[in-house]
């Protein structure tokens, strides 16, 4: 499971996480560990996006929690990559700040978090690039540690096929 800050500009309108360029890079890094978008499920803290792409205030947060832990509800994903400080803070209360604890695995509780920084950070900042694969690559060692059963797809059921009447 990913989760990010918020829906930007094009991910709100089209109603998918991640499809512009920040998701861009996000399917090459997922990518570049060996897993797809399919692999995973892709969500945000906010689900929609802040006037003028500020970032989220506590009230929003707050009221989106309920949709964003039920979701981690549904999924019970193996490992949370967080996308970004806003996830961070959101998810891991107290933790230290995002450069201090990016590409490292936190246990907190039952979950597990691989904090990272945000895909659009490296856009921003070239020289963040090198840092955020291995961040990735650190979520492919720990996947890699949990056996086979953590890159399997999530347990819920595929679709049902649509039969026809005749």
Do not use: W
């Amino acid at each position: 499971m990913a989760v990010g800050e918020a829906p930007g500009e094009r991910e709100d309108r089209e109603g998918v996480p991640f499809v512009g360029a920040a998701g861009q890079l996000l399917t090459r890094l997922l990518e570049g560990i060996g897993l797809s978008r399919q692999d995973i499920f892709i969500t945000n803290v906010l689900k929609s996006r802040p006037p003028g792409n500020r970032d989220p205030l506590p009230e929003e947060v707050e009221a989106c929690a309920p949709y964003l832990d039920a979701q981690i509800e549904i999924v019970k994903p193996q490992a949370i990559l967080l996308l970004g400080r806003h996830a961070l803070q959101r998810l891991v209360p107290g933790a230290p700040g995002i450069s201090r604890c990016h590409g490292q695995v936190l246990k907190v509780g039952t979950r597990t978090y691989v904090p990272c920084y945000h895909p659009a950070a490296a856009l921003y900042n070239g020289s963040l690039m090198e840092v955020l694969e291995a961040d990735f690559r650190q979520l492919r060692s720990h996947l890699d540690a949990l056996g086979p059963a953590a890159t399997a797809l999530s347990p819920l059921a595929p679709p049902a096929e649509q039969l026809g009447l005749f």
